[in-house]
């Protein structure tokens, strides 16, 4: 195994669409991501915060496609830091969280939309209550479900 190297360097567009060549792990792009971090780079308002590019051994992308897409995007150089010869193995280790916690906010809108269903069905409980008529919506304030993401 190679020993792992950091470096902190400005990536042009060029580059990340050559480092881009390499890309053949990573999950989907997410095109809404994509524009969202090119927007920020393109206007200075993008945060150096400590995010690497992982890149394996044989110069496979590990982590990063969706910044060094949006540098090719916005069309501009941003400084960012790069961590070659990670073992491909190693990637599981980063990607496990982000799937554990996009897994954790699916089920969350589904168990919201599973309450809201529940809730748009309920009957009134006595018998002398007009039974089988739907409860009312008090403007819908009652079906809001917020989601502290602080908890997952």
Not at 3 to 11: E, F, R, S, V
Not at 49 to 61: F, L, P, Q, S, V
Not at 62 to 79: M, Y
Request: include cysteine.
């Amino acid at each position: 195994m190679k020993k792992i190297i950091t470096k902190t360097l400005d990536i042009t567009p060029d580059m990340a669409a050559q480092m881009l060549e390499r890309n053949t792990m990573n999950r989907n792009i997410s095109q809404l991501n994509v524009t969202r971090y090119a927007n920020d780079m393109a206007s200075g308002a993008w945060e150096q915060n400590g995010e690497t590019i992982k890149i394996a051994e044989d110069g496979t992308i590990l982590d990063g496609q969706h910044r060094l897409w949006a540098i090719i995007e916005s069309g501009v150089t941003v400084t960012m830091i790069v961590v070659y010869n990670v073992r491909k193995e190693a990637r599981e280790t980063v990607t496990a969280r982000d799937k554990d916690m996009g897994d954790r906010c699916l089920q969350c809108q589904e168990g919201s939309r599973r309450l809201h269903r529940q809730r748009s069905h309920q009957t009134f409980s006595s018998p002398s209550e007009n039974q089988g008529i739907p409860a009312p919506d008090h403007g819908g304030n009652d079906h809001k479900i917020r989601l502290d993401l602080r908890a997952l």
